[in-house]
């Protein structure tokens, strides 16, 4: 399991989640936007048989890093686990958000906070 790099400050749903098999980490550039690996790797017939995660750094226009981990859950599901408390302009707290499906990568309508 990816583990946040100092996963004391993360939430409990966080810190207790299952275990889920890993996709390679990504990390973007300045003005990047997500790649086809992701939804390659959470679209994928094992990630919604079996479920899958992935953890997607990408810097904010400051250059502080954001990493937010996706999670295929097994049956169907996205939830997304969202580490600002290194963006020294942001919030600097974790978000948390649930969605009824996958497709919700691009779509976010069904999701919800948690």
Request: proline share 9%; hydrophobic share 35%.
């Amino acid at each position: 399991m990816v583990e946040a790099p100092d996963s004391e400050q993360a939430p409990p749903a966080f810190r207790e989640r299952s275990a889920l098999p890993q996709c390679p980490p990504i990390t973007l550039s300045q003005g990047q936007t997500v790649p086809a690996d992701l939804e390659e790797c959470l679209l994928s017939a094992d990630a919604q048989r079996e479920g899958a995660e992935v953890v997607v750094t990408s810097p904010t226009i400051e250059g502080d890093p954001i990493k937010t981990y996706f999670r295929a859950l097994p049956g169907g599901g996205l939830e997304v686990f969202t580490d600002s408390t290194a963006d020294s302009f942001g919030s600097e707290a974790w978000s948390h958000i649930r969605c009824a499906d996958v497709a919700s990568l691009v779509d976010r309508e069904s999701c919800e906070d948690v």
